[in-house]
């Protein structure tokens, strides 16, 4: 019973270093997102795919790229980090119309940039 | 006006209490309601989809106002274990299909 799996959990950023967050599914669902968390603010969605090959900005999606190559995978990548981007970020994957639009979410990925 | 607005809290209520939050949202379009639950540092689990009709699961009771744009959750005879923050999502109709949430209500339930 995996669900939706984030790595890593936890990594440390240099400014303008890159990194990738990897996104995992196995409940065979078309819609992925990823969301930043930040106190007081709320879950922010950065981007979003309805189905494999697809993918479209969200409310936060400045300096942040993705992909959906595989229905299983969603990546988000930062290419130069920045300290505004320290933040907790969620992937969520979701079940379709007829079974209710029930997002399942990753543990996190906690994300410090220096 | 933010799309979906909750008081963030926190309320604070001894065990065996009732509490509600409420959620409004501003687009009369909008077909889909959700309650999740948030613990510290953990991730967002679905707590309750919220019905026209209105739904209960044990302790808890989601309903839907439509005519004054918000949902409720009620919570009875609160727990410790209650202690968490409660997020609301709404979607729309006619769109991507895309969750708005809100930021959320914090709840502490003390002994």
């Known amino acids: 019973n995996a669900g939706v799996t984030q790595t890593p959990k936890f990594r440390v950023l240099k400014t303008g270093q890159s990194m990738t967050l990897l996104c995992a599914q196995d409940m065979n669902h078309e819609y992925m997102y990823w969301y930043r968390q930040d106190p007081g603010m709320g879950l922010r969605l950065i981007h979003y795919s309805v189905g494999e090959g697809t993918t479209a900005k969200g409310e936060v999606p400045d300096g942040y790229n993705v992909s959906r190559l595989k229905k299983q995978n969603f990546l988000l990548g930062l290419e130069s980090a920045a300290p505004s981007q320290t933040s907790v970020y969620f992937c969520?994957?979701?079940?379709?119309?007829?079974?209710?639009?029930?997002?399942?979410f990753g543990a996190g990925t906690r994300l410090s940039v220096l | 006006r933010k799309e979906v607005e909750q008081d963030p809290g926190p309320f604070n209520v001894p065990e065996g209490a009732t509490v509600a939050f409420n959620c409004t949202y501003s687009n009369s379009a909008s077909q889909s309601f959700f309650w999740y639950r948030q613990d510290c540092r953990k991730e967002p689990k679905l707590l309750m989809s919220v019905y026209s009709s209105g739904n209960e699961d044990g302790r808890f009771t989601a309903q839907l106002n439509r005519a004054s744009q918000y949902i409720s959750l009620l919570i009875r005879d609160s727990k410790l274990s209650d202690s968490a923050t409660y997020l609301c999502?709404?979607?729309?109709?006619?769109?991507?299909?895309?969750?708005?949430f809100g930021r959320g209500t914090s709840l502490i339930v003390h002994p």
């Open positions: 969520a994957s979701s079940t379709t119309a007829w079974q209710g639009f029930i997002q399942y």
């Open positions: 999502a709404v979607i729309l109709s006619g769109g991507s299909y895309i969750p708005t």
